[in-house]
């Protein structure tokens, strides 16, 4: 409420910029819950007399509109976006489109609902599957949307460490052509890939995977939702990154911190099909420009900052393999690594005002780099973590004879 008051006031002059970031930067926590839901720990208590900082790093989704931002949504020039009127939103998806090399765009709400179109129109036809990773997001983390909401079977095939597929398994999931059988139509990729550590796909690796899609007749889409961490991982443009993929679908609201939405990109015609699917399962906003200006505002100012995020990831992932524990190497800003009693060091790291991810319930964390966090904070974290740890004895010096 507070939030919604300083925004009625900016918009009607009695506030400024400042105030209202103010607003968004100390808005009151939720009341606790201590909910736990698949591995997830979703509390928001621990606060109490209050920590030395406050460090949120359970996702680049946790971020809050900037002022320079904020002031970009609250002067956007908008219209009904589903009568085609909101000269915003066309400008995002112009820009995005032709970032990625693309004829067009499409303005979505989350990049969930990006996938899900995307998956739709590219698998139109009944009996007509996916093919993708076992632990894609499209898979794991989307509800099986593309299932059950558009009749896609799934043909899952097992992710590499690196978030590669095998592009031998990738072919033996083509089933002959024969009544029994579902119709292979999309190979999914994901880049870079959230669940194997935020690791980047290569360029070379991706065209490879466009060829063999043209040689069995499928499509290629990639979900790109932190695509541009692969571009600065890599130092590349997105065009270069996506050429050999037929459609993309890439977030604004993670590594570039803007508050909604996401942008699928692709030849015209599929995006005109995706626009009328977009409809039908609720997505068309009216007014959405305030939410495009904010992603415009986002990817003029916060792509190649990212680096900072990167950095910080290293240096959070050097730092952990220091205190011992088993730490997957980072490619971009994620950081996963494992220790026990993940749940509960969690917990009391939120009481120091630390908030991370333990994804599986058990051992293995997350962490994630963003706009908001700086190299201090990481140095906070990693002495905090150290304190509660188990005291490890010296390696003793190996005997010489």
Known sequence: LAQVSSLEGLLSGSLSIHHIST?????PPRPHCGKMTAGFNTSNGGNGAGPERKVDMRSDTVTKPTPGMLEAMVKAEVGDDVFGDDPTVKALEKKVAEMMGKEAGLFVSSGTQGNLLAVGTHCSGRGEEVILGKESHVFFYE???????MSVPFNTVPNKPDGTLDLDEVRRAVRPNDQHFATAKLLVLENTHNKMGGK???????????ALCKELGLSLHIDGARLWNAMVALDKKGSELVKAADTVNLCLSKGLGAPVGSVLVGPADFIARARRLRKAVGGGMRQAGILAAAGLY???????????????????GDGLTKLGLEVTSPDTNMVFWNMDNAMELCGTLQQHGIRVLCVDGQRRCRA??????????????????????????????ARTN
């Not at 607003?23 to 808005?27: E, L, M, R, V, W």
């Not at 986002?298 to 959070?316: Q, T, V």
């Not at 304190?387 to 390696?395: D, I, Q, V």
Request: hydrophobic share 40%; charged share 25%; net charge positive.
């Open 23 to 27: 607003s968004f930067a100390h808005s």
């Open 143 to 149: 509800q099986g949307g593309a299932s059950s909401l």
């Open 200 to 210: 980047v796909l290569s360029v070379d690796y991706i065209e490879k995977a466009s």
């Open 298 to 316: 986002a990817l003029e100012n916060n792509i190649w900052r990212m680096k900072e995020d990167h950095s910080n990831a290293k240096r959070l």
């Open 368 to 397: 994630v780099a963003n706009l908001h966090i700086s190299s201090e904070d990481i140095d906070y974290f990693l002495k905090v973590l150290g304190s509660l740890l188990p005291s490890r004895s010296p390696k003793k010096k």
